[in-house]
Every structure is written in C-alpha cells, then in structure tokens.
C-alpha cells in the first residue's frame, strides 16, 4: 500500500490534481503491479514564501 505524497506551490487546478493521481495511479499499477485500489495520494500546498532551499524562500528574488 503506497502513500505518494506530492509537495507542490498551489496553483494547480482540481482537474490537473486529478490527472496526476491518475497518472501514478496508473504507472504503479504497470510497473510494480500495484492494485489501484492500495494506491493512495496526498497532495500538500506549500506557498512559495514558506518553501526554502539551501536557506532561501522561493519567494526571494532570485540572482
């Protein structure tokens, strides 16, 4: 039973959230024989000022 937990700025639209979890629904399943039924996904919205890399927001300007 996989839990996918996909992290990702908000924008995306239900129908684009829905086509990703599809998406890896569909490639477990062919790949690793993963029933869709055990496949589960998360998606997490993170705005971009409280998303650091390396010590910097996404939000800062970038050089």
């Keep these: 039973m996989p839990l996918i937990r ?6 995306r639209s ?5 086509q990703i979890a ?11 024989g993963i029933s869709p039924a055990a496949t589960t996904i998360i998606f ?3 705005a971009p000022q409280d998303w ?3 010590g910097r927001s ?6």
């Design 14 to 18: 239900a129908e684009a959230r829905q």
């Design 44 to 46: 997490q919205e993170t």
């Design 6 to 11: 996909i992290e990702m700025f908000p924008g």
């Design 52 to 54: 650091f890399v390396a």
């Design 22 to 32: 599809e998406g890896i629904t569909r490639l477990l399943h062919e790949t690793a």
């Design 58 to 63: 996404h939000a800062a300007p970038r050089d």
